[in-house]
C-alpha cells in the first residue's frame, strides 16, 4: 500500500520577480521548483510552509504574511508512490529579500526569475499552474 503526502511549498514574489529553487534530487533534478516539501506529522500547513523557506532557501517568513494561492492535488502529479497534495502559499516581498536567499537542504541553487519568462516546461512537478494563478491575481 502507499502512502497519501500532504506538502506545502512557498512563492515569494516582489510583483515582477519570482524566487525558484533549482531541485537537487529526483524526482525532476536540475528542475525549478518552489522551495517546499512535506508537511511533519502533527505540523499545520503555515508552520510548515515557514519552516520549509527557512531550511530551502534560509528565508524567515512571518506566517501571517503567506497566503493561500492553490492547492495542487491531481492524481499522479508526483511521480513518487502515493497521492501528493500541496498546498501553495504565496507573500509579497522585498527585491531585498529575493536576492538574499541562499540554496540549503534539497536545492541545488536559488533563482530571482522574471514571472512572465517562466514557461511550462521549465517548471517541476505541475507548479507551473501557480505560476498561471499568480498571473491572473497580479493582472487584477
Known amino acids: 500500500m502507499t502512502a497519501d503526502r500532504l506538502t506545502v511549498d512557498g512563492v515569494l514574489i516582489d510583483g515582477t520577480h519570482v524566487l525558484l529553487i533549482e531541485r537537487a534530487k529526483d524526482p525532476y533534478k536540475g528542475m525549478l521548483a518552489f522551495p517546499g516539501g512535506r508537511v511533519d506529522p502533527g505540523e499545520d500547513l503555515l508552520t510548515a510552509a515557514v519552516r520549509e523557506l527557512d531550511e530551502e532557501v534560509g528565508l524567515t517568513v512571518v506566517p501571517t504574511d ?10 499522479g502529479r508526483d511521480p513518487r ?36 519568462e517562466i514557461e511550462a516546461g521549465d517548471m517541476a512537478f505541475d507548479h507551473y499552474h501557480a505560476i498561471e494563478t499568480l498571473h491572473a491575481l497580479l493582472e487584477v
Open 66 to 75: 503567506l497566503l493561500p494561492l492553490i492547492v495542487l492535488d491531481a492524481p
Open 81 to 116: 508512490p502515493g497521492h501528493v497534495a500541496a498546498h501553495v502559499f504565496w507573500s509579497l516581498v522585498s527585491t531585498e529579500v529575493l536576492h538574499s536567499a541562499q540554496a540549503a537542504s534539497d536545492a541545488k541553487s536559488v533563482h530571482v526569475t522574471p514571472l512572465y
